[in-house]
């Protein structure tokens, strides 16, 4: 497993200690994939209910709060597959 993946995982842990209702998968390019669910947070490649595809640097600025998810979905830095609406309370949950 990436570095990358492990402190993502890490993070997203502190974040959504309770885990996700559905599944939810972030592939990190080039890194490798994170999944979350009512388990809690992995290091991934599971089917998921919505998936979200960022590059480091992206997913990174989404973690640490220095870029608004919505912003980069709407600016193509973030690329979403599946339930919308799961997505939206992900970046909720992020922000």
Do not use: C, Y
Not at 24 to 36: R, S
Not at 54 to 64: C, D, H, P, S, V
Not at 74 to 84: A, C, E, P, Q, R
Request: charged share 20%; glycine share 10%.
């Amino acid at each position: 497993m990436s570095e990358i993946i492990e402190k993502a995982v890490a993070a997203l842990q502190e974040k959504m200690p309770n885990g996700f209702p559905s599944t939810a998968k972030f592939v990190i390019t080039d890194e490798g994939a994170i999944v979350i669910d009512a388990d809690g947070v992995r290091a991934g490649d599971d089917e998921a209910d919505v998936t979200l595809t960022a590059n480091a640097e992206t997913f990174k600025g989404i973690l640490n709060g220095d870029v608004n998810p919505t912003m980069a979905f709407m600016t193509g830095k973030l690329k979403i597959d599946g339930s919308m609406g799961l997505a939206m309370q992900l970046g909720s949950a992020l922000s």
